[in-house]
């Protein structure tokens, strides 16, 4: 009898349907990970200014308004994202300003009228958005879809 040497063609599909099942359940825990890793940190960094806003606030009796701000700027309200907490904060309560994982600054809003009021954004690696603050008014962060929700930490 002659021997024959190599592989069938169902041997070979069971060991590429297995490597394909391998490869998209290590892809899933790889993308959960990173999803999860990306979170942590962001949510280290809005911890980190919003204690020097409160501590911002102690010291000074207000939450730090900018002089102006690029996404609204009124006499009773400030939403700034493009680092305009930066001469307020830096170096005296922060040692720099953090941005988010995708390079971007945390949102900041405050609201002086009828009282100091404050609120962060984050957005998370899956494009949710969360908010910390004090005061939250409901309207903030809104619009677009999805609306932010109160962070869970």
Not at 2 to 30: N, R
Not at 66 to 73: F, T
Not at 88 to 113: A, C, F, I, Q
Request: charged letters at 20%; hydrophobic letters at 35%.
């Amino acid at each position: 009898m002659h021997k024959q040497y190599g592989f069938t063609i169902v041997e070979v599909l069971v060991v590429v349907l297995v490597l394909a099942i391998l490869m998209t359940v290590g892809g899933l825990a790889w993308r959960t990970a990173r999803e999860d890793a990306i979170n942590n940190e962001s949510k280290t960094e809005l911890l980190t200014i919003q204690n020097a806003v409160e501590e911002y606030y102690s010291q000074n009796g207000e939450y730090p308004w900018p002089a102006s701000c690029s996404k609204y700027s009124s006499a009773t309200n400030r939403t700034c994202d493009a680092g305009e907490l930066n001469p307020l904060l830096v170096p005296k309560y922060l040692k720099e300003l953090p941005t988010d994982w995708r390079g971007k600054h945390y949102e900041y809003t405050v609201n002086k009228s009828p009282d100091n009021r404050y609120g962060l954004l984050m957005y998370r690696a899956n494009g949710t958005k969360c908010r910390v603050g004090k005061g939250i008014l409901a309207m903030w962060w809104n619009t677009p879809a999805p609306a932010a929700e109160n962070c869970d930490f």
